[in-house]
């Protein structure tokens, strides 16, 4: 407990407790929330049409039209999330760490990683109402009445289509009427600002609704020349391990978040493990999510689970992006160690715990508080990463050597690992021998890289040499050395015995570490 301190709140807890046949927990789901196919349904202008293009492009989150899947694998996104752990902000699998990082935001959504964060604070039914008549055009009348029906400062995402068809129509009316180039383009504006709002609250601010958007984003859209300015690819990590962390508690039933990004990472990171096929149009520019098209997999995670549970190094892609470094380069901002915010929402992000992830080789990391100090303000947030970045970026002597093997790791890593962390989610079933535990050969070079002894091997020669020495008749009947060794051959004969019995037998293997 040392490291994971909130484990004992942890959904992993009750699952590792439970009886083979308590299908009540062993089989339960996590409702996860997506909205993402929203964005691939609504109907979108022909790339020929600059006006609506052009400032989409502009503002950085055109990759957000391209990464989004019809189809999840709602099994494969539960079994990762019961292996997430809020202290360390990393999933903990057989393996060692991982962890989704800002370089797997770049990669993957190609959204900006620098930038300002985002600022926002609670917005007032008033103040929505205002933005929303001033930036899409709508009478206050029907803004008090889409506020009433979703309780709060929000627009259904119907809403926000009609509004958005709404003032194309009218731009194309005003063409036709011959109106001056200042109402066309006011329109227009109006029809961007609430495609743009439509697209990111059905992405990276997806919500538990699923049905609504927060009125609150619109803000950043009121001047579209300004949209590139804010930090569009933070916002969305810090928003997915945000759920990350509530959907790990076990009083939790559902999950939000991007989850078409939750699974283009697993399917990145561990493409033997759930089904996808290739994207027919996909080119080398796009975005990594768009390479793939992931299968329905599913619903119920303890295939997932018994898969991760024995998963071996050659299962896991460590470093995926190799290939992709010619459009998306490894930049200074992902070597960042510390808090990372949005609004009032913040989130560790620590590459010094996944460094396998960087091709360099795994070491013993240091306390997560010690890059991601407690208690630390939104403020004082917001000017370490916009002032002092360089400075919390980890040091070449943090990073270490580069591997040879993608899984390398240092001599007593593993070891490490597994006297503080879970990575097994449930105990494993052996019906004669323990199986080979993943990641055995890192193990084994671990253990001789330290000399350990064979504790087992040295009673067996103890007992072998107090044997000789009685049978010699080195101690004599009846002396207090004698009955020393006596009593030393008493302690060893049980426990080698039940050794033997307990491997022949077969029992329940506690492979916690």
Request: proline letters at 6%; one cysteine or more; hydrophobic letters at 40%.
């Amino acid at each position: 407990m040392s490291l994971l301190t909130q484990y004992g709140n942890h959904r992993a807890v009750p699952i590792w407790d439970a009886a083979p046949d308590d299908h009540e927990v062993l089989k339960r789901t996590l409702r996860c929330q997506a909205s993402g196919k929203k964005v691939i349904n609504i109907v979108k202008p022909p790339r020929s049409e600059r006006w609506f293009w052009d400032p989409i492009e502009a503002s950085g989150l055109e990759p957000l039209t391209r990464v989004n899947f019809s189809v999840l694998d709602y099994g494969v996104i539960w079994a990762f999330v019961e292996r997430w752990h809020p202290e360390t902000s990393t999933f903990h699998l057989p393996l060692g760490e991982l962890g989704i990082t800002l370089d797997d935001v770049q990669c993957l959504l190609h959204l900006p990683i620098q930038g300002k964060f985002l600022n926002h604070t609670k917005m007032s039914r008033g103040e929505g109402a205002d933005m929303v008549s001033s930036y899409l055009g709508v009478e206050r009348e029907e803004i008090d009445i889409a506020f009433a029906v979703t309780n709060g400062v929000h627009l259904k995402h119907g809403t926000l289509q009609t509004i958005y068809t709404t003032n194309q129509i009218l731009a194309e009316r005003a063409i036709a009427e011959n109106k001056s180039v200042h109402v066309v383009r006011l329109y227009r504006e109006r029809s961007v600002r609430a495609f743009m709002l439509h697209l990111v609250c059905c992405t990276i601010f997806s919500n538990k609704s699923s049905y609504y958007a927060d009125v609150v984003y619109l803000q950043y859209f009121q001047d579209l020349s300004c949209v590139h300015e804010w930090n569009s690819g933070v916002a969305a990590l810090v928003h997915l391990q945000h759920y990350l962390d509530h959907g790990s508690a076990v009083i939790t039933t559902q999950m939000a978040g991007y989850m078409s990004f939750l699974q283009g990472w697993i399917i990145a990171h561990f493409p033997r493990l759930s089904v996808s096929v290739d994207a027919p149009n996909y080119a080398a520019n796009m975005p990594l999510n768009s390479k793939v098209v992931p299968g329905q997999g599913h619903k119920d995670a303890a295939g997932y689970r018994s898969s991760l549970d024995n998963i071996q190094t050659y299962d896991c892609v460590f470093s995926t992006y190799d290939a992709h470094r010619q459009v998306r380069p490894l930049i200074n901002a992902c070597w960042f160690s510390g808090w990372l915010m949005c609004s009032k929402l913040k989130a560790k992000h620590l590459p010094e715990r996944v460094l396998r992830q960087f091709q360099h080789v795994q070491g013993i990391p240091r306390n997560p508080s010690m890059s991601a100090t407690p208690g630390m303000n939104l403020c004082e947030i917001d000017r370490v990463f916009t002032e002092e970045l360089e400075l919390r970026m980890i040091d070449e002597e943090i990073r270490g050597r580069p591997v040879t093997s993608p899984w390398d790791t240092e001599p007593g890593y593993m070891s490490w690992f597994y006297r503080v962390s879970h990575p097994v989610m449930r105990p494993v079933q052996a019906p004669e021998s323990p199986p080979r535990p993943p990641n055995l050969e890192v193990l084994i070079e671990a253990a001789e890289a330290r000399n350990d002894p064979n504790l087992m091997q040295v009673c067996r020669s103890v007992k072998v040499e107090v044997e000789r020495a009685v049978r010699d008749g080195e101690a004599v009947e009846g002396t207090p050395i004698h009955g020393i060794l006596q009593r030393i051959l008493n302690l060893l004969n049980p426990i080698l015995a039940y050794r033997r019995i307990k491997r022949r037998r077969g029992t329940r293997y506690n492979t916690r570490g």
